[in-house]
């Protein structure tokens, strides 16, 4: 989601009176994978820039394993100043939600059935006119 409509919409955001259902009670259990962090390039390009590649997976194996190793409360901390007319409660509160969703991976590895999830949703989008073969995009030498 890109960052404008996360705010837009997580700023309308209001607690919920005690005694009532919230939006976390509906949310399913267990979500259906999809990748969300992935790197769209030429087999020939990460030819060229393998280096860079991988460094680039390696700091999201980083971050991933950061944000879940710190609180909400840190990461609203560090991500504050881009969300300066959210406060600083809603904003932990929305980033603790979407941990508890399960909403960021634990690695960057691109499973079959996430990369299957993301071709349908660019799909659906427009973005590709059809999907391909995971064999075809997924290089898993970088991991």
Not at 26 to 42: D, G, K, N
């Amino acid at each position: 989601m890109e960052n404008s409509t996360w705010h837009r919409c997580s700023s309308r955001m209001r607690p919920w009176p005690s005694g009532t259902a919230s939006a976390k009670s509906s949310m399913p259990r267990a979500r259906e994978a999809t990748v969300y962090t992935t790197f769209l390039a030429t087999r020939g390009s990460i030819e060229r820039n393998r280096a860079a590649f991988s460094a680039m997976i390696r700091a999201v194996r980083r971050t991933q394993s950061w944000l879940y190793d710190h609180s909400a409360e840190e990461l609203a901390d560090v991500v504050a100043a881009f969300y300066p007319h959210v406060a600083r409660e809603l904003l932990a509160d929305s980033l603790r939600r979407y941990r508890e969703a399960g909403l960021w991976a634990r690695r960057p590895e691109v499973s079959r059935e996430g990369f299957a999830r993301l071709a349908e949703c660019l799909l659906s989008g427009g973005f590709i006119a059809r999907t391909h073969a995971y064999e075809d995009c997924v290089d898993q030498s970088l991991y």
